[in-house]
C-alpha cells in the first residue's frame, strides 16, 4: 500500500515540476512495483506496456482524427469563422460572453482544447482590448467555455472525456442526459456570473486591459469562410455521431470529408495541416496511454486489492467513491483523461458491478466518471493550463485563482449536484 501511494506521490511531485509524463509514469510504476516485490522488468515490460499499449490501441484513431479535425479547421479559418461572428453576434460589449460562448461551440463541435485556445487567443486579445478588460481573466473565460461543460457535462459530446466511460458501463455518450444538462447550466451560468462579478471589481480597482510585454499580431481581419458554412463540419459530427448513430471515428471522417470539400481552395495546404493534427495527436494520446500504463502497474500488485476495497467502501452511494477515485488520479496525473483512463482500467468493472447490483443505472455511472474527470485536473500543472498560460504571456500568479474557481470549484458544485440528482433517481 506504500508503494502505490509512495508512487501516486512521486508521479505527481514529477508532473508539477515539468516532468514529461512519458517517463514520470514508468518512474512512478517502478517504484509501485519494486516496494511490492514485483518483478522490475516484468512490471514495465508486461503490466506497463501492456497497459499502455491497450490504450493506444483502443483510442489511437480516435486521437489522431480529432486532432486533424481540428487542424483542419483551424487551418481554413472555419474555427476563426466561427469565433468571429459569434462575437460579433453577441457583441464587442460582451467580450467574456462571446469567449465563451465560442470556445464553448467549438469544443461541443469536436475541435480539440489545444486548437481551441491557438484560434480563440488572437479574437480574445482584440475583444478584451476594445472592451478594454484586464487580461488576467482572458484564462478563465477560455477555460470556462472549453475545458468545463462542453468537455464533461453535455451530453452527446465528442471529447474524449465524455468517450472513454462508454465501453466500461455499456452506454452512450448521451448518457444521464438530466444529470449532465444541470451540471452544464450550473458550471456555464455561475461561472459566466464570477467572471462579470470579477471584471466589475477589477474595472472598479482601476485594473484594465493592458498590452502584452511582446507584441502580438493579429489577423482577425483575413478573409474568412462564411460562419454558416463553417459550422456545418461541426454539425455533421455531432448529428451524424449522436443522431444517425455513427461510430465517432466515422462521425470525424464525415467532418474531415466535409471541410476538405468547402474548402477545395485550399487544397494546397491540406498535407501540411493533416501532418500537423497527426503529430499533435501522438503527443496526446501518449501521455494518457503512459499515464494508464501506470494504472495497470497498481492494478497489477498485491495490494491493489486493499486499495480497491478502501475506494469502492467510501460510505454513501458508490458514485461518491468513483467521484472521489477518478478526481483523485486526475489531479495527481493532471489530465482529465489520463486520470480517467487509470481509474476505469483498474476499477471500471468493480463500478459496472455495483450499478447492477445497486441499481443505479450505469448512466449515472458514465456522466459522474466524466464529469469528476474535469475537476481536479486543472491543477497548476495540467498541460492544457501551461500552454494557455504561455500562449497568452499571462503567469498563473495573475491569472490561476480566477481559473481554479470557474474550472475547479464551480465544476466540483455541479459534480456533487450530480450525484445528489442520481442518489433520487434522476439520471
Known sequence: ML??????????????RGWSVLWAAPIAALIVALLNGIDLLGAYTVSYMHGL??????????????????????YTGMARSIAVGLSNLIGKKRAILAIVVSCAVMTYGGISLFIVVFAIYPLALNMFREANISRRLMPAAIGLGAFCFTMTALPGSPQIQNLIPIPYFHTTALAGPVMGITAAVIMAVFGYLYLIYRQNKLTTNGEL????????????????????????????????????????IAALLCGIALILVLSYKKFRGYIKAINEGAKDSLLAIMNTSAAVGFGAVVQSVPAFTDLANILTDIPGTPLISLAVTVNLLAGVTGSASGGLGIALTALGEQYYEMALQTGISPQAFHRVATLSSGVLDLLPHNGVVLTMFAVTGLTHKECYKDLALTAIAIPLIALIVAIALASLGIY
Open 53 to 74: 499499449a491497450g490504450f493506444l490501441i483502443n483510442w489511437f484513431p480516435l486521437f489522431m482524427l480529432g486532432a486533424i479535425f481540428g487542424r483542419l479547421m483551424d
Open 209 to 248: 486591459f493592458t498590452e502584452p510585454k511582446e507584441e502580438q499580431e493579429s489577423d482577425i481581419d483575413e478573409t474568412l469562410p462564411n460562419v454558416w458554412i463553417s459550422l456545418l463540419p461541426l454539425a455533421l459530427v455531432l448529428l451524424s455521431f449522436n443522431l444517425l448513430g455513427f461510430h465517432i
Open 3 to 16: 508503494g502505490i501511494i509512495l508512487g501516486l506521490l512521486v508521479l505527481m511531485i514529477l508532473a508539477f
